[in-house]
């Protein structure tokens, strides 16, 4: 009897080819390169989640920029031993922390209003003032109308409120030692005083501006130091409480006109999601990014490391910003903002 043969069905779509196994040397390289994609795959979720999480998340969140370095690392050393799937992965992770990168808020924003008034604004942390001497001569130099000082004690306001005497008569401050101390100085009258809260001081006022009422508050919550992490969150929660206020204030208000000013050392980034709470419940622009300044950093400016974070702002409604410049202060470990602003009338 024949045979019958039947041929074997052939696929017409070619079978994927397996990627090689690794020599020991490649093993290395690509732990290596799943290891550096780690922490940027961490931050760079907790941003696009909107959460600052907990620590060391919010320490790691000062880095964000700055992680695309070891992002791009792993994408080259994956490419070197030619896995695809690692190449792949490297390329999204590359590609999410650039994306979460990306300033917060439209640099563009329409200004409503006629120019009032010029007003030049300075924010400095004098570092336990040490930075003291330094800023007086940085004031002396840019004649600003309004001076937010951060850990200025008894001596820091002291010097300050006898050099500038004519120049910024008028102050709020909360008086204390170390960095519980600061102070707002004034060229304009102040009235309805007050503070928020928290383990530093944090003075507020409302100043008389061309015949307008602007709300002024420094602020200077706790740093996110590892075991402080949720104190870092309250103070700022009680920031953006007050930031909210201000603009339900504005809202119910017949002109709708409440110009706000919100400065100092905020201890946070644009890259921390209770900073950005702050700017969004206050309706709030920080001058830096109009300026397109918002990666400038300002902190730390002594120590074994370079400068990688901008801490110290300036945040506005109902201002327009000429610009934004970064002043250094000798003595102290931050650099100060100088805003240069034009408050705006009625929308």
């Known amino acids: ?39 940027p795959v961490l931050v ?19 880095f964000l920029p700055w992680l695309t370095v070891p992002a791009g690392l ?37 200004s409503y209003g006629l120019p009032l008034a010029r007003v ?15 800023l007086s001569r940085v004031v002396a130099r840019e004649d600003p109308q309004l001076v937010f000082v951060t850990e200025c004690n008894r001596s820091c306001r002291d010097t300050l409120t006898k050099t500038f005497a004519a120049r910024l008569p008028h102050h709020a401050s909360v008086e204390g030692e170390g960095s519980i101390g600061s102070i707002l100085l004034s060229s304009y009258p102040l009235s309805d005083r007050r503070t928020i809260p928290g383990s530093m001081g944090m003075p507020g006022a409302t100043a008389e501006i061309a015949g307008v009422r602007v709300r002024l508050q420094l602020v200077h919550p706790m740093p996110p130091l590892p075991d402080q992490t949720q104190l870092w969150k309250r103070e700022l929660a009680g920031i953006e409480e007050y930031a909210a206020t201000v603009h339900a204030t504005a809202a119910s208000s017949s002109t709708g006109l ?41 902190w730390p400016m002594e120590g074994p490391l370079p400068p ?40």
């Open 258 to 298: 409440a110009p706000a000013l919100i400065a100092g050392d905020f201890n946070a980034s644009q890259d921390h999601a209770a900073f950005r709470a702050i700017l969004d419940a206050g309706g709030l622009q920080d001058a830096s990014r109009r300026a397109d300044r918002s990666r400038t950093p300002t």
């Open 308 to 347: 990688f974070v901008q801490i110290d702002h300036v945040l506005v409604r109902d201002f327009s910003v000429r610009e934004v410049r970064f002043l250094d202060v000798a003595g102290s470990d931050h650099r100060a903002v100088l805003a240069d602003l034009d408050l705006r009338g009625p929308r």
């Open 120 to 134: 030049k604004v300075i924010a400095a942390n004098v570092e336990f003032s040490q930075g003291t001497e330094a």
């Open 44 to 62: 760079a979720a907790c941003r696009a989640l909107n959460t600052d999480a907990t620590a060391p998340v919010p320490q790691l969140l000062s």
């Open 1 to 39: 009897m024949d045979r019958v043969l039947t041929a074997e069905p052939v696929s017409s779509s070619p079978q994927p080819t397996p990627e090689p196994p690794l020599r020991p040397r490649h093993r290395v390289t690509a732990w290596a390169a799943g290891l550096l994609l780690v922490v």
């Open 74 to 110: 792993a994408l080259l050393l994956a490419a070197v031993i030619r896995r695809r799937v690692l190449t792949f992965v490297a390329v999204l992770v590359l590609v999410a922390t650039a994306w979460s990168s990306v300033p917060y808020m439209p640099q563009a924003v329409i």
